[in-house]
């Protein structure tokens, strides 16, 4: 189920769940794609801590030249089996960005594949990316900078094929 943003989105201040696996014929793939018609902006926008505790899920994010999806002081936001794999040609992609105090945010089972850079975590706390596909990421699969702290194992498990650079920590 194709959604054409035919405009960028306005962002979003509020908790939301935002989930395709109530989807009938949901078989664990995603099934609704917000498709962002090459705007070169940001497809979803969480903003402030109105929006923390948000979840995204089962969502497939396409056709973005911008940023796929923006967490920007917002807490406690579960991202998991999302899909922002695109094929290469559309540069200046990054699929996550995580930023300026977005602490404990959980990125799984994520496809990031083809973008510029997949999960980039800037000034937060705690973040955990797990089981995530990083397959011809032009740039960083995950860029972690001033990132404190880092439990064990808050990146394990993800796969990293044909990308530039796995992981970089500034």
């Known amino acids: 189920h194709l959604i054409w943003l ?4 306005p962002p979003i201040r509020d908790s939301v769940t935002i ?8 078989d ?30 089962a969502l497939r994010i396409s056709g973005f030249v911008g940023v796929g999806l ?3 002081d917002v807490d406690g936001v579960r991202i998991e089996n999302v899909d922002l794999s695109d094929a290469p040609g559309n540069y200046g992609q990054t699929a996550i960005q995580v ?7 959980r990125v ?9 850079q997949g999960v980039v975590v800037r000034e937060s706390a705690d973040p955990r990316i797990e089981a995530s596909a990083f397959r011809d990421v032009e740039s960083e ?26 992981v970089r920590l500034a």
């Open 6 to 9: 035919r405009a960028p989105l």
């Open 108 to 116: 799984a089972r994520v496809d990031v594949s083809g973008v510029t």
């Open 19 to 26: 989930s395709g696996a109530s989807q009938p014929g949901f």
């Open 70 to 72: 923006r967490l920007n």
């Open 28 to 57: 664990g793939r995603p099934l609704i794609n917000l498709h962002d018609a090459a705007h070169a902006g940001v497809v979803l926008d969480f903003q402030g801590e109105g929006a923390d505790g948000s979840v995204i899920e």
């Open 141 to 166: 699969g995950i860029y972690l900078a001033d990132v404190g702290p880092l439990a064990v194992g808050a990146v394990r498990g993800n796969r990293f094929d044909g990308s530039a650079t796995a």
């Open 99 to 105: 930023l300026n105090g977005s602490d404990g945010v």
